[in-house]
């Protein structure tokens, strides 16, 4: 069964740092882009950073930039989301995803698989 | 950055009923669209990708269309289950979410 776990959430004080961890099974996980998804408490969800199958491109949306850092253990079939200067408008449930590329007539991407999340709370 | 506007923002249906949600990106990211599903507390699931390819599994019932700048995801008839928010996603650039549509019972 192919299955993601995320872990590592928990209540952090403003300016402190997290480790975000995604356990990856039953697919080949290092020849598999994959992705970080944020959700806000009652808020829509908001794309945080993908990696490439061997960690040599990241991405990341203009608001965690230079605060967050994508990595990945291919060995340990693990994905992370390392946080620093945590803000009180991170707060939001992390989820990890499995980014699929097929190539049919032309390439397609998208998030087929998502774990159930991690809860990060930044509060005083 | 592309910006991704879906309306309505919500809205009340009947089971049976036809319902369509609609998604306008700020620029053309031609097919580069891909639809969710997320129920309360759950993970979003995946509905359609490339703007009108129905992922194996999901019920004929739901179908995507557009090209360039103008979405749109159609629920032929609302079922019991469809009561849910929907996002749209591009992957043109840096990927963005619509800010997303929930689908209330009437």
């Known amino acids: 069964e192919v299955q993601l776990v995320e872990s590592g959430g928990g209540l952090v004080q403003p300016g402190g740092s997290l480790r975000l961890s995604c356990a990856a099974s039953?697919?080949?996980?290092?020849?598999?882009?994959m992705s970080w998804i944020r959700q806000a408490p009652g808020k829509g969800l908001e794309w945080v950073a993908n990696?490439?199958?061997?960690?040599?491109?990241?991405y990341y949306v203009d608001s965690v930039k230079g605060r967050f850092t994508v990595s990945r253990d291919n060995a340990k079939d693990s994905l992370f989301l390392q946080l620093y200067s945590l803000r009180a408008e991170d707060t939001a449930v992390y989820y990890c995803?499995?980014?699929?590329?097929?190539?049919?007539?032309?390439?397609?991407?998208?998030?087929?698989?998502w774990g159930k999340g991690t809860t990060v709370t930044v509060s005083s | 950055d592309i910006q991704m506007t879906q309306s309505p923002s919500s809205l009340s249906a009947s089971v049976g009923d036809r319902v369509t949600i609609t998604c306008r990106a700020s620029?053309?990211?031609?097919?580069?669209l891909n639809w969710y599903q997320q129920k309360p507390g759950k993970a979003p699931k995946l509905l359609i990708y490339g703007a009108s390819n129905l992922l194996s599994g999901v019920p004929s019932t739901f179908s995507g269309s557009g090209s360039g700048t103008d979405f749109t995801l159609t629920i032929s008839s609302l079922q019991p289950e469809d009561f849910a928010t929907y996002y749209c996603q591009t992957y043109s650039a840096l990927w963005t979410f619509g800010q997303g549509t929930k689908v209330e019972i009437k």
């Open positions: 990696i490439k199958p061997d960690g040599s491109e990241k």
């Open positions: 039953g697919f080949i996980f290092s020849s598999t882009w």
């Open positions: 995803a499995r980014i699929v590329i097929t190539l049919t007539y032309q390439y397609f991407y998208y998030m087929d698989v």
């Open positions: 620029q053309s990211i031609s097919n580069s």
